[in-house]
């Protein structure tokens, strides 16, 4: 499509200038008349999150986010690229991306009065008008405003000349959207910066004069108990922000399969039933007294869970030559074995940490038990076992290995009956099945079980 070259041609086409806010809001409305999803990729905040900052991007606010870590803030950043026009005119060369209709600084304003309806014209896609930053302590005042740029003051420039200016990102990010993570750890003095940018919507440039009109919507995430921790944001910074919005961990367990499923990059066929026993695995951690619930239980928690089963998958089918790579219950030990790390516990547990998680992961298996294997008679396998009958298994075992060893039912549709319970349809989704309601029946001490070696015995 052939788009305006020229402010001339511009306002020939009819285009008509709208702020930022005015962008926002009348697409965020746009959306909301025709049933369009404008948060894709969001699971959980449907009745909560997402109202609230509707609300505040309608009115206009400036939003800081607070939530523990791994809940999703910087996603729900993110997708407010999509809420902007796909294609904005800006005047072509400028740093700060005027609109032609309206050049703010000096070099600008000048070439406008010199080119008239000349003046050229670029187009900017939405994706480079989010910008996001990082805040840490080594963050300075020139980052996010700008400072004297002294190659331009040795061009031959005096140090009065407004040009001689190296914008920062804020100013740089003029008709779009800045973001700043974690902003606690940005250092009081460099909030304070932030100051003139969230209120008069100007900047000020060491002793420069120079008020532009920065049409800029101001995003933050902070983590709560940085204000303790690390640092805080200062009182009149928090006052300029129209909109405080808590985040929160999925409360549906379909929610947090739903974030496990998208976020995930699995290399192996992970069963729906290895997801949610990850899935109520870490909400037991959320829920754990053992566990600091100030510092969370990240979904990166369950994400790395499900990609570590997986990789174990792809391990055992690699090595014992497996023509499929799924992956089953024996994997999840794997799993437990690398991510105690991304948990914190509470002081009184030193020692403990592996017995804890150990609990909580069979607490989890359990209660995936009772909700797909409710109803079905598990008295022949059991009384098979107890005739003496062992069921081996292990991270190395093949799936096809293990089915071939387990006790012969005679003519029971017992097998089949858990398979079809968990829909398994090749074999190593059934020795999945089977793994899990010989696990449940360990659980509910129906059975005994050994590890060691890298094998576990059922008998």
Not at 36 to 63: K, N
Request: charged letters at 30%.
């Amino acid at each position: 499509m052939t788009r305006p070259a020229t402010v001339g041609e511009l306002r020939a086409s009819g285009h008509v200038q709208k702020t930022l806010r005015e962008e926002l809001r009348d697409n965020l409305l746009a959306k909301l008349r025709s049933g369009e999803d404008a948060w894709p990729g969001l699971h959980g905040f449907d009745d909560t999150v997402i109202p609230q900052l509707e609300r505040a991007l309608i009115a206009g606010h400036d939003v800081v986010l607070l939530g523990e870590r791994g809940q999703g803030k910087t996603r729900l950043l993110r997708t407010l690229v999509g809420l902007l026009d796909e294609w904005t005119p800006v005047i072509a060369g400028s740093e700060l991306g005027e609109h032609p209709y309206e050049p703010i600084i000096p070099e600008s304003r000048r070439r406008a009065a010199e080119l008239g309806d000349e003046l050229p014209v670029d187009w900017r896609h939405r994706e480079e008008r989010y910008a996001e930053k990082l805040a840490t302590p080594d963050t300075s005042v020139g980052d996010l405003i700008g400072d004297v740029d002294p190659m331009k003051v040795a061009e031959g420039r005096s140090l009065g000349d407004p040009e001689t200016i190296h914008f920062g990102l804020v100013p740089r990010s003029h008709r779009g959207i800045v973001t700043i993570n974690e902003l606690p750890d940005l250092a009081e003095r460099i909030q304070v910066a932030l100051l003139n940018v969230m209120e008069e919507r100007d900047i000020q440039i060491r002793g420069y004069i120079l008020r532009l009109p920065l049409d800029v919507l101001v995003m933050a995430s902070a983590n709560p108990e940085d204000y303790t921790n690390r640092g805080r944001i200062i009182t009149p910074l928090k006052d300029r922000f129209g909109a405080e919005i808590r985040t929160h961990y999925p409360v549906e367990l379909e929610d947090e399969m739903a974030v496990i499923g998208q976020e995930a990059t699995l290399l192996a066929d992970v069963p729906d039933f290895i997801v949610e026993i990850l899935a109520r695995f870490t909400r037991n951690l959320r829920e754990s007294s053992s566990v600091d619930q100030r510092s969370g239980v990240s979904a990166r928690f369950s994400i790395a869970g499900a990609e570590t089963v997986a990789a174990a998958a792809l391990h055992r089918a690699t090595s014992q030559g497996e023509d499929e790579a799924v992956a089953r219950l024996v994997d999840l030990e794997a799993a437990v074995e690398v991510l105690g790390g991304k948990v914190e516990f509470e002081t009184g547990e030193e020692g403990r940490e592996e017995e804890i998680l150990t609990h909580l992961l069979r607490t989890a298996t359990a209660e995936t038990v009772r909700q797909h294997f409710r109803g079905i008679d598990f008295t022949l396998l059991v009384d098979a076992i107890e005739a003496g009958s062992m069921v081996t298994t292990g991270e190395q075992v093949t799936a096809r290995d293990f089915l071939t060893g387990l006790p012969v039912l005679g003519e029971s549709e017992l097998y089949d009956d858990v398979c079809d319970r968990l829909g398994a349809t090749n074999d190593g989704q059934r020795a999945g099945a089977i793994e899990l309601a010989l696990e449940g029946l360990y659980l509910a001490r129906k059975i005994s079980k050994e590890s060691g070696g890298g094998e576990t015995v059922y008998g």
